[in-house]
């Protein structure tokens, strides 16, 4: 059963677009994460929010950044795409503190042209 | 930080056999550990948590090992079915605040 939903499920873009994708979870949880999974199916984490506050941002573009309105939503917007962008972005949620497990939404597809 | 290899990158069983996949972490620290099944276009569905405290864990149609002295965990598919197609996912972690660092992920393919 889903419970992470993200849209668009896929977008095809042109290289300069800034693009947005939205991420809710109506699981109550209290962190939000998005990874970006590449063609050789590589997941790397890219943000993680916790309580409105950013609590990891690794060696991404600075043209990544995320948004959230309150705990519930996490969006990622791309502020001027690149073709090395493209990829699947997967969004997660869990429960704060170790061990609580991540629960996917089913990814959005990036094609930058 | 912390690094994990999974293998083989591709499986191709035949139904009703077994399958074994293999992940190596590196970090001592990690203490929580994940395995995903991904099926096409889907994200990832979790197969099973595991904890440093516990060994060795059943699900339906799989087992799930842990071995701390090597740091290695390991997914027996046990008597494949078609539905088990699909690409898994080993994931270790630490610290929630950082997320979980991923396999490569393993294609399984079973056939007739």
């Known amino acids: 059963e889903t419970a992470v939903f993200q849209t668009p499920n896929y977008h095809v873009t042109q290289v300069g677009n800034e693009v947005s994708f939205n991420c809710k979870q109506t699981?109550?949880?209290?962190?939000m994460y998005w990874y970006k999974q590449d063609s050789k199916k590589l997941l790397k984490i890219m943000f993680s929010?916790?309580?409105?506050?950013?609590?990891v941002n690794e060696t991404v573009p600075r043209r990544f950044s995320p948004q959230s309105s309150d705990k519930a939503h996490l969006n990622l917007r791309i502020k001027s795409v690149e073709p090395e962008d493209s990829a699947v972005y997967l969004c997660?949620?869990?429960?704060?503190?170790?061990?609580?497990?991540?629960?996917f939404g089913e990814g959005s597809r990036l094609i930058v042209v | 930080g912390e690094q994990v290899e999974q293998r083989p990158p591709h499986l191709s069983v035949r139904e009703g056999d077994s399958a074994v996949i293999i992940c190596t972490y590196t970090?001592?620290?990690?203490?929580?550990f994940f395995w995903y099944k991904q099926e096409p276009g889907a994200g990832l569905q979790l197969l099973m948590k595991?904890?440093?405290?516990?060994e060795i864990n059943e699900g339906q149609g799989f087992t799930v090992l842990l071995n701390k002295k090597d740091k290695q965990l390991s997914l027996n598919l046990t008597a494949a079915h078609p539905g088990d197609s699909a690409v898994y996912f080993c994931?270790?972690?630490?610290?929630?605040?950082?997320?979980?660092?991923f396999g490569l992920g393993t294609r399984v393919s079973v056939f007739p």
């Open positions: 997660a949620s869990s429960l704060q503190g170790a061990g609580n497990t991540l629960y």
């Open positions: 699981l109550g949880h209290d962190t």
């Open positions: 929010y916790n309580n409105k506050q950013l609590i």
């Open positions: 970090d001592p620290n990690s203490y929580y």
């Open positions: 595991v904890f440093s405290s516990t």
């Open positions: 994931a270790a972690g630490n610290n929630y605040a950082q997320g979980l660092t």
